[in-house]
């Protein structure tokens, strides 16, 4: 079942527990005025032009057929991680699982791209083994190095840059997730697959 809240008079805010579907089932319907569709944790943001009819396009919203969603016909994009993250040991505690049972876990299910946010390239990644789905850390450290793989729920994620984080840390990356002379310059977008590969 879809939420439908207004979002001022420039879009809608859809609530949603499939959020992936949701916004691929909008985008595909090429809603009248809308020109952006936003995933995030739990929601979808639909930004639309001035003027647009928020009432039919709330009634637009209503109808619309939401389904799984199929990767992009895109490869995997493959992310090599050396395993010897400051808080391993913690997630294997926390998860009743040896260190090494952990980074199976990490690296046995494909990884997908939910949505991004925090610092530019940052994705944060759902569909992984759910035995590694562990709370943040009490305390958030002042700075977490770039390309850090993290945990934090049910999801997974890696640092483009240096920045505070308070996600547990299981492993490290050479990875470039964030480059402006890439195009598109995240190498991480929504819908995609993501799978960790042991360096």
Known sequence: MTVV?????TGLLLESEDVLGLAAACRAAELPGVWD???????????????????RLRSE?????????EAPATDAVEIPVVYDGPDLADVARLTGLAA?????????????VAFSGFAPGFAYLVGGDPRLAVPRRERSRTSVPAGSVGLA??????????????WQLIGRTDAVLWDLDREPPALLRPGGEVRFVRA
């Open 5 to 9: 809240l207004p979002y001022g008079d």
């Open 37 to 55: 569709v936003v995933p995030a944790a739990r929601t979808v943001l639909l930004l639309v032009e001035p003027g647009t009819d928020l009432g």
């Open 61 to 69: 919203v209503s109808r619309l057929a939401v389904g799984p969603v």
């Open 100 to 112: 090494d049972e952990v980074v199976a876990a990490h690296t046995g299910t494909p990884w997908r």
């Open 153 to 166: 729920g049910e999801y997974s994620g890696v640092y483009p840059r240096s920045s505070p984080g308070g």
